[in-house]
C-alpha cells in the first residue's frame, strides 16, 4: 500500500501521515494548515538554530554513553536522582528520528478513527528504576537576557514545549509502553553573565547552567485536536485564520494595499 503522506488526497485510503511539528501548526492556524497540508502552499522558511542543534547531540552523546553502562548521569546522580537511567531498547535510534516515521519500530501511532498516523521524534527516554516507568525528556537550550532568572515553563510559548510532551506521552501510551505521565525538559542555559574567560588562545568556550524540569502531561487534548485536524483536511474551502495569525494578518494587509 503506498504511503499517504505531503498534500492530502481523500481518495488515498492509506493512513495520512502527520508529523508532531504539524499537528502544532494545525494548533496555532488551522487555516495555514489546511493550506499547506490540503493545497501544498509553501510558507518561507526560517534558519536553523544550529546551537541548539550542536547542545542537542551532545547530550545525547553524553547520555548514550550511560545508556551503554546502564548507569545514571553524573548531573542526575548529584541531583538526587540516580534512580533514573538512559533507557535502552532495541528501537531506541529509531524513536530519535524525527522523520519518515512509516516503520511500526518508530514513534508513532496509527489513530485508526481519523485514518490518521502521527509521530516524531524524541531527544531521550530514562527509566525510573523505582517504579519501572519511563519519562520522556526533551533538550532544550536558551540564553537568558535576565541576570539570575530562573528557568521555567511559565512563559506564553512554551505551552508549545508541553503540548510537544502531551503528544509523545500519548503516543507512548497508545503503543503500550508504560510511560510515566511526568515527562523532563532538560535546559541548557548559556551563561552570558559569569565572569569566565570566553576566548582562549586557541578556541572559545561557553558555560552552561543547567536546569532540569518536570512536568505533568495534559493528555485531554490530543485525541479531539486529531478529530479536528481530521475534519480541517475534508473541509472544500480553507477555515479563517486564528487572530494572532501573522501569516493572517500579513496576507491581509497586502489584499488591503
Request: with cysteine; hydrophobic share 35%.
Amino acid at each position: 500500500m503506498p504511503r499517504h503522506r505531503g498534500i492530502y488526497n481523500p481518495k488515498n485510503s492509506s493512513p495520512y501521515e502527520l508529523s508532531r511539528t504539524r499537528v502544532e501548526n494545525f494548533i496555532r492556524c488551522p487555516a495555514c494548515f489546511y493550506l499547506q497540508q490540503v493545497k501544498g502552499v509553501v510558507f518561507p522558511t526560517l534558519p536553523g538554530f544550529n546551537l541548539n542543534e550542536a547542545t542537542d547531540i551532545l547530550l545525547k552523546r553524553d547520555f548514550d554513553k550511560y545508556r551503554s553502562l546502564g548507569k545514571a548521569h553524573p548531573f542526575l546522580v548529584k541531583l538526587g536522582k540516580d534512580f533514573l537511567i538512559p533507557y535502552y531498547h532495541e528501537n531506541f535510534n529509531l524513536w530519535t528520528q524525527s522523520i519518515h516515521f512509516a516503520s511500526d519500530g518508530r514513534m508513532n501511532f496509527h489513530h485508526e478513527p481519523t485514518n490518521l498516523k502521527v509521530g516524531g521524534g524524541l531527544d531521550d527516554v530514562w527509566l525510573n528504576q523505582k517504579t519501572n516507568e519511563l519519562h520522556i525528556v526533551d533538550y532544550k537550550s536558551t540564553s537568558q537576557r535576565t541576570a539570575g532568572k530562573k528557568i521555567s515553563l511559565n512563559d506564553f510559548w512554551k505551552k508549545s514545549y508541553k503540548r510537544q510532551m502531551d503528544f509523545y506521552v500519548w503516543i507512548m501510551l497508545k503503543k503500550k509502553l508504560n510511560v510515566s505521565k511526568t515527562g523532563f525538559f532538560l535546559y541548557c542555559d548559556g551563561d552570558r553573565f559569569g565572569n569566565y574567560t570566553f576566548l582562549n588562545s586557541d578556541s572559545a568556550t561557553m558555560n552552561f547552567k543547567m536546569t532540569l524540569l518536570s512536568y505533568s502531561v495534559d493528555l485531554s487534548w490530543v485525541e479531539d485536536t486529531l478529530y479536528k485536524i481530521k475534519d480541517c483536511l475534508e473541509l472544500k474551502s480553507p477555515p479563517n485564520h486564528n487572530n494572532n495569525c501573522e501569516y493572517g494578518k500579513f496576507i491581509t494587509q497586502i489584499i488591503e494595499i
